[in-house]
């Protein structure tokens, strides 16, 4: 059984499943220096801490069941059907045991890279761009207030995968020690180096506590499990099981992170926003925002559109 396991603190294997059908489910992906994204994760954090009461309860209780996935990924380079090279992590085949691992892994034999990731499904409400939309003649961003910036602000409010790896996962065990949960609030998460960059880091911003919105608690219930999306078993949203094993376009979406001693080893892969679920509906180009406060050393963006 490859090495995944459910919970943020968690030691334990997990269990597999079927592929589904559908629309296939993106990533949370930030492309470019200063992008930023805004999401609600809908995801319980388990137990995250070595005592008894060091347990997500805010997310079971909102009616969110399905918990944090950690596991061990290979980085591996595969070509889409149209020919462009893309990052795939695919979960390292060793088997664990009561804590031993065993068997034998292909990709580790042929010594492609592996590192601890997690996936979180997370309600992205919009992403923030410094940069236009490349496809501006048939699907503009408005320019919008961002604090003290003005960024492009691409709006999705749809699911998607929130998976990163080890500095990203010190973080969230940070904000677990100090509200108990990730699903008591908005998070924004910028990315700080540019494209093509060999170094990059991620900030994990905490959002005024709010109550989760009814609509996406339940359309969350619908999710697939999160292990057989690490697992490779659900590629897509939905119950039909896929004809073949074709990698989708918005697997370029996926984060391309090693952890291996920097944040992120980048790459320069093309990346096409409208994979992310972007919403087609018209925008207000006269939003305005202003800070509201200090949250943990930076302004608080309680404010900023979702």
């Not at 003005?150 to 998607?160: G, I, P, R, S, T």
């Not at 990730?182 to 060999?198: E, S």
């Not at 925008?283 to 406060?293: I, L, P, V």
Request: charged share 25%; glycine share 10%; proline share 6%.
């Amino acid at each position: 059984m490859p090495i995944v396991r459910q919970g943020l603190g968690s030691a334990l294997p997990s269990s597999g499943g079927g592929k589904g059908g559908g629309k296939f489910i993106p990533h949370v992906r930030l492309s470019d220096d200063g992008d930023k994204v805004r999401f609600r994760v809908v995801t319980s954090l388990g137990q995250w801490g070595v005592e008894p009461e060091q347990i997500d309860m805010e997310a079971p209780n909102a009616g969110l069941t399905d918990t944090i996935v950690v596991g061990e990924f290979h980085r591996k380079m595969e070509l889409s059907k149209n020919g462009k090279p893309f990052a795939r992590f695919v979960p390292c085949d060793f088997d664990i045991e009561a804590g031993n691992v065993t068997g034998s892994c292909d990709l580790c034999t042929q010594e492609i890279g592996r590192s601890t990731q997690f996936m979180m499904w997370v309600y992205v409400y919009s992403y923030f761009h410094r940069a236009p939309n490349p496809d501006t003649a048939t699907n503009p961003w408005p320019l919008v207030q961002f604090g003290n910036l003005k960024l492009y602000k691409q709006e999705v409010n749809d699911f998607a995968i929130w998976q990163d790896g080890f500095y990203m996962k010190q973080k969230v065990e940070g904000k677990a020690a100090q509200y108990g949960t990730l699903a008591d609030r908005d998070y924004i998460v910028t990315r700080h180096g540019v494209r093509g960059t060999n170094q990059v880091t991620r900030d994990l911003e905490a959002i005024k506590a709010a109550p989760i919105p009814m609509d996406v608690i339940a359309k969350a219930k619908d999710l697939p499990l999160l292990e057989k999306v690490a697992l490779g078993e659900v590629e897509t949203f939905g119950a039909a099981a896929q004809a073949n094993n074709l990698v989708p376009e918005v697997s370029l979406d996926t984060p391309v992170s090693m952890e291996l001693g920097v944040d992120e080893l980048d790459d320069t892969l093309d990346l096409d926003f409208d994979s992310l679920g972007a919403s087609e509906a018209s925008f207000d180009q006269g939003t305005t925002m202003e800070s509201t406060g200090v949250v943990e050393g930076i302004e608080a963006l309680d404010d900023i559109p979702f």
